[in-house]
Nanobody, 123 residues
């Protein structure tokens, strides 16, 4: 599975962005998907996850209530709607796919990774 993330950019605090991630193959429909982020000099961290059918979602505490993950299996795509952005959300955001099908939080569960898209939030 190849993953292509897009939608990053520069936004002011309080603004919104929508990230997209498109997968290259139909097997996407069986994959759990996740969004992770990595800020400069920090480890990669879980942001949000969604199960293969969208029935289960999970969020990290810093983004809960502000970010929404969704997927469209007909388009082989997963999205991350980010609202009320804060400067501390600045990072490279990565989408990832796991073959277990769940909304896992552990990076080691994910087998396929996209190239990342940069989100910069100015104060």
């Amino acid at each position: 599975v190849q993953l292509q993330a897009s939608g990053g950019g520069l936004v002011q605090a309080g603004g919104s962005l929508r990230l997209s991630c498109v997968a290259s193959r139909r097997m996407f429909n069986n994959n759990g998907m996740g969004w992770f982020r990595q800020a400069p000099e920090k480890e990669r961290e879980f942001v949000a996850g969604i199960s293969w059918n969208g029935g289960i979602t999970g969020y990290s505490d810093p983004v809960k209530g502000r970010f929404t993950i969704s997927r469209d299996n007909a388009k082989n795509a997963v999205y991350l709607q980010m609202d009320n952005l804060k400067p501390e959300d600045t990072a490279i955001y990565y989408c990832a796919a796991n073959i277990r099908g769940g909304a896992a939080r552990d990076t080691s569960t994910y087998k396929y990774w996209g190239q990342g898209t940069l989100v910069t939030v100015s104060s």
